[in-house]
Each structure stands twice: as C-alpha cells, then as structure tokens.
C-alpha cells in the first residue's frame, strides 16, 4: 500500500499550518497590499502637488473699477468759452438804458435835460473815467481815426446832419448808435439807415477805452 500521497498531504498541512509558514504567509501578503497601496499613492501624491502649484502660481484676477469722469475747473477762461463779466457793449447799453428817453437841452448833461455832446462826455465819464472835451468840435479831434468798416463798440461816431453843424454819438455795436437826437431825445439809432449813412462824417476810437 502507498502511502506516498498522503504522507505528502499531511506534510504541506503542517507546512501551511506551522507558526514560521503562517508569518511568512501574512509577510507576503502585506508586502503585496503595500506595494498595490503605495502604486496608487504615487500618483495621488503628484497630483496633489500639481494641484497645489497650480493655484499658487494663477495670478490674481484685476479688478475693472468704472471712475466716472470728474469736471474739471479752470481758473481762465478756456478757448472759446465765453467770459462771465460784462462786454463793453452790454456795459454802453446798460447805461444807455438809464439815459433813454432823456430830452435834449442845449447845453445840459444832466438826465433832466442833455445834448450830444454833453450825453457822450457824461458815458465817458460814468463807465471809464475818462474826461472827454466838452463840445463837438473837440471831441472830433480826440483819440485816432477809425474806419466806418472797423468799428466796435464805444468808438465816437461823427455826422454833419442836414441844418446842423455837428453831431455825435457812441458806438454800440452791431451797426447801432446812442445819442441825443433833437427831436426824440436820447434813443438808439441805426448806422445804415438812410438819414445817418447820408450825414456820416467821421470816427474817433479812444485809446484809454478797453476793446
């Protein structure tokens, strides 16, 4: 009778079963979960890194901020910007205004009464200081000749009216005259209108008068 097999049997039994054998067997095993679990640690480990370094070096994101555009004040006037204080027309005007409907007198300068010349020394005197001769025939020779073309507000106008000697006048502006006319007092006239185009003599601008 052979007993060969199972005497083989019996011989891997207490070989498998024997202390040493069975330390040998979980060595073996822990090694092989080790080694799998470290294969996978690998990887997760580099990607964590890269993960990491990802974030750390993304720069941070600008912020766009809308600023409302502020208006900015200037202390001059800009180009083409016109100038609060009054011109020296609206100035001629204003006080043309307070002499309106004045008679005229020969002789006087006063709101009560007041010819031409002593109307146009009075808004010399009144808005630029200036002293101007009395009567006509002086103020024709005060201050530079100016041509009809080249006129601008405050230069004194010269007529020779139709049965009268002399007759003057100040510049406003935009063809326009003041003056003490004989019969309606001191008024506005127009440069072009046929009475004053045909009686027009001279022109005088005062140098001591802003332009």
């Given at each position: 009778?052979?007993?060969?097999?199972?005497?083989?049997?019996?011989?891997?039994?207490?070989?498998?079963?024997?202390?040493?054998?069975?330390?040998?067997?979980?060595?073996?095993?822990?090694?092989?979960?080790g080694?799998?679990?470290?294969?996978?640690?690998i990887?997760?480990?580099?990607?964590?890194?890269?993960?990491?370094?990802?974030?750390?070096?993304?720069?941070?994101?600008n912020?766009?901020?809308?600023?409302?555009?502020?208006?900015?004040?200037?202390?001059?006037?800009?180009?083409?910007?016109?100038?609060?204080?009054?011109?020296?027309?609206?100035?001629?005007?204003g006080?043309?205004?307070?002499?309106?409907?004045?008679?005229?007198?020969m002789?006087?300068?006063?709101?009560?009464?007041?010819?031409?010349?002593?109307?146009?020394?009075?808004?010399?005197?009144?808005?630029?200081?200036?002293?101007?001769?009395?009567?006509?025939?002086?103020?024709?020779?005060?201050?530079?000749?100016?041509?009809?073309?080249?006129?601008?507000?405050?230069?004194?106008?010269?007529?020779?009216?139709?049965?009268?000697?002399?007759?003057?006048?100040?510049?406003?502006?935009?063809?326009?005259?003041?003056?003490?006319?004989?019969s309606?007092?001191?008024?506005?006239?127009?440069?072009?209108?046929?009475?004053?185009?045909?009686?027009?003599?001279?022109?005088?601008?005062?140098?001591?008068?802003p332009?």
């Amino acid at each position: 009778m052979n007993l060969r097999p199972a005497t083989a049997g019996r011989e891997f039994k207490s070989w498998a079963t024997s202390p040493d054998k069975r330390d040998m067997k979980h060595a073996t095993l822990k090694h092989l979960v080790g080694t799998k679990f470290s294969r996978i640690r690998i990887p997760l480990t580099v990607l964590l890194i890269f993960f990491i370094s990802s974030c750390a070096g993304a720069p941070p994101q600008n912020k766009t901020t809308t600023m409302t555009p502020k208006a900015i004040s200037s202390p001059h006037p800009l180009p083409g910007k016109k100038s609060t204080s009054p011109t020296i027309e609206q100035r001629l005007r204003g006080e043309v205004r307070l002499w309106e409907g004045t008679p005229h007198r020969m002789g006087g300068t006063r709101r009560s009464g007041v010819d031409c010349s002593g109307f146009v020394q009075r808004i010399f005197i009144d808005l630029f200081n200036v002293n101007l001769p009395r009567s006509t025939a002086q103020q024709v020779h005060s201050g530079n000749p100016v041509s009809v073309d080249h006129l601008r507000p405050g230069d004194l106008v010269f007529f020779h009216p139709p049965h009268k000697i002399r007759h003057v006048g100040v510049y406003l502006g935009r063809g326009e005259f003041a003056h003490a006319s004989t019969s309606r007092g001191v008024t506005i006239s127009r440069m072009d209108a046929a009475y004053w185009r045909n009686a027009y003599w001279t022109a005088r601008r005062i140098p001591s008068v802003p332009g």
